[in-house]
């Protein structure tokens, strides 16, 4: 599968943005998918996971009632709205993929073999 993440930009601290990662195969509905973001000289971390059919979500703590991780296997797409956006949030932001039909989601990037280019979120203050 290949995977291209966009809608990445400028906000505003408290504005929103949408991110989307659009898969290619007709296998989509098969994978888990999960959102990373590395800020500069900062590691890569984990932001949201959905598994396969859209029936479990998980979110760091430090984005937990800000932002919702959605899917539409219909249009093989992945969505992560970001809400309430603070300077703190500003990286390049990754979706990755999975096959697998696990209930639960998977959060860890080690588990994730196929990544999207990523796309920039910059959160001016």
């Known amino acids: 599968v290949q995977l291209q993440a966009s809608g990445g930009g400028l906000a505003q601290a408290g504005g929103s943005l949408r991110l989307s990662c659009a898969a290619s195969?007709?296998?989509?509905?098969?994978?888990?998918v999960g959102w990373f973001r590395q800020a500069p000289e900062k590691e890569r971390e984990f932001v949201s996971g959905i598994n396969w059919c859209g029936g479990s979500t998980y979110y760091a703590d430090s984005v937990k009632g800000r932002f919702t991780i959605s899917r539409d296997n219909a249009k093989n797409t992945v969505y992560l709205q970001m809400n309430s956006l603070k300077p703190e949030d500003t990286a390049v932001y990754y979706c990755?993929?999975?096959?697998?039909?696990?209930?639960?989601?998977?959060?860890?990037?080690?588990?994730?073999?196929?990544w999207g280019q990523g796309t920039l979120v910059t959160v001016s203050s």
């Open positions: 990755a993929a999975e096959m697998t039909r696990r209930p639960y989601t998977l959060r860890t990037s080690g588990q994730y073999h196929y």
């Open positions: 195969g007709r296998t989509f509905s098969m994978y888990a």
